[in-house]
């Protein structure tokens, strides 16, 4: 069963706009939760993380938020740029050695 | 920049080949890992392995095997590949194990047997 799930799998913004992508959990002893951007033929690429003891973490124009207490987690992109267009993967750490990814979610931002 | 490189990008083999991946990183990471990635299904982990000649397993290690014999270097292993073994392949590396642990992956390897 599926314990990262990105149940968007796709989203179209404006370039400019925010987008908002979206992360649901279930197990409650993830200690740590990761996004990564993927570019077509090209592995994944780290992108930003959060700690499970932080409801916040930002870097240039994304923003992760962590809600705990509804095990939802989402990446904010402000302001969506061209670039951004790719497949997000959510993922979500159990002590380190275990990694579990969602789906994806394929990100176009229109110019 | 790390750099984590796959032997082949596409690669097709037919049911009941032996079949070899092999992942090589050059940042000196201890940890490195194989996923497989299906439409609908994320990326699953394989294999893991936190030193040479050490491994774990992961979700869903039936039908493989990994080998490090080499702190560099991290080779998937299909004993007998099966049609349901048709997938895309990512190796990836880290420099330690906890879960900020960012790790740093290959462009991909597709597999399609037949």
Same mark, same amino acid.
């Given at each position: 069963? !599926? !314990?990262?799930?990105?149940? =968007?799998?796709?989203? %179209?913004?404006?370039?400019?706009?925010?987008?908002?992508?979206?992360?649901?959990?279930?197990? =409650?002893?993830?200690?740590?939760?990761?996004?990564?951007?993927?570019?077509?033929?090209?592995?994944?690429?780290?992108?930003?993380?959060? %700690?499970?003891?932080?409801?916040?973490?930002?870097?240039?124009?994304? /923003?992760?938020?962590?809600?705990? =207490?509804?095990?939802?987690?989402?990446?904010?992109?402000?302001?969506?740029?061209?670039?951004? %267009?790719?497949?997000?993967?959510?993922?979500? %750490?159990? /002590?380190?050695?275990?990694?579990?990814?969602? /789906?994806?979610? =394929?990100? /176009?931002?229109?110019? | 920049?790390?750099?984590?490189?796959?032997?082949?990008?596409?690669?097709?083999?037919?049911?009941?080949?032996?079949?070899?991946?092999?992942?090589?990183?050059?940042?000196?990471?201890?940890?490195?890992?194989? @996923?497989?990635?299906?439409?609908?299904?994320?990326?699953?982990?394989? @294999?893991?392995? @936190?030193?040479?000649?050490?491994?774990?397993?992961?979700? #869903?290690?039936?039908? @493989?095997?990994?080998?490090?014999?080499?702190?560099?270097?991290?080779?998937? #292993?299909?004993?007998? +590949?099966?049609?349901?073994?048709?997938?895309?392949?990512?190796? +990836?590396?880290?420099?330690?194990? +906890?879960?900020?642990?960012?790790?740093?992956?290959?462009?991909?390897?597709?597999?399609?047997?037949?």
């Amino acid at each position: 069963d !599926q !314990q990262v799930k990105q149940n =968007s799998p796709s989203l %179209s913004v404006q370039e400019g706009r925010i987008s908002i992508l979206n992360c649901d959990y279930t197990n =409650s002893m993830f200690d740590y939760f990761l996004w990564y951007k993927k570019y077509p033929a090209e592995g994944p690429t780290f992108l930003i993380s959060i %700690s499970s003891i932080k409801d916040k973490n930002e870097d240039g124009r994304f /923003t992760v938020f962590l809600n705990k =207490s509804a095990k939802h987690l989402s990446l904010h992109i402000v302001p969506s740029q061209p670039g951004d %267009s790719a497949v997000y993967f959510c993922a979500a %750490s159990l /002590t380190g050695n275990q990694f579990y990814f969602g /789906t994806g979610t =394929s990100l /176009t931002v229109i110019p | 920049d790390v750099k984590v490189t796959q032997s082949s990008r596409y690669l097709v083999k037919r049911t009941g080949e032996k079949v070899f991946l092999e992942c090589v990183q050059d940042m000196d990471h201890e940890n490195m890992f194989w @996923y497989r990635q299906d439409p609908g299904l994320g990326l699953r982990l394989i @294999y893991f392995s @936190y030193d040479v000649k050490m491994k774990e397993k992961g979700d #869903i290690p039936e039908g @493989y095997s990994v080998s490090r014999e080499k702190k560099e270097r991290f080779s998937l #292993i299909l004993e007998s +590949a099966s049609t349901n073994q048709t997938s895309m392949y990512l190796c +990836a590396s880290s420099l330690w194990l +906890a879960g900020d642990g960012e790790q740093y992956f290959g462009p991909g390897t597709r597999l399609t047997v037949t």
